[in-house]
Nanobody, 115 residues
Framework: QVQLVESGGGLVQPGGSLRLSCAASGSRFSINVMGWYRQAPGKERELVAAVSSSGSTNYADSVKGRFTISRDNALNTVALQMNSLTPEDTAVYYC?????????WGQGTQVTVSS
């Protein structure tokens, strides 16, 4: 069973920055894709950014140019640097890991962008 430990959420003013981190442990298989999703109240969960084991990245259009995803394959960690945050970025952010045929989720961390 894979455990995901997230950190870094919080309250930030519009235009500010936050960095989310996620550490994965316990996987029997190599981790293929690591990423971040978010879910705002009343909305569906959506992909924010993902990175493959080879370093290929994928971003939601709404965060391109503002968010950067990075990964450490040796440590099985993934980070999301979020800059120029807006109130529309307010959501619970979930770490996601795909290993072999399995899909794992973190417990979620709240990001609130408000003045």
């Amino acid at each position: 069973q894979v455990q995901l430990v997230e950190s870094g959420g919080g309250l930030v003013q519009p235009g500010g920055s936050l960095r989310l981190s996620c550490a994965a442990s316990g996987s029997r298989f190599s981790i293929n894709v690591m990423g971040w999703y978010r879910q705002a109240p009343g909305k569906e969960r959506e992909l924010v950014a993902a990175v493959s084991s080879s370093g290929s990245t994928n971003y939601a259009d709404s965060v391109k140019g503002r968010f950067t995803i990075s990964r450490d394959n040796a440590l099985n960690t993934v980070a999301l640097q979020m800059n120029s945050l807006t109130p529309e970025d307010t959501a619970v952010y979930y770490c996601n890991v795909q290993a072999y045929l399995y899909n794992y989720w973190g417990q979620g961390t709240q990001v609130t962008v408000s003045s």
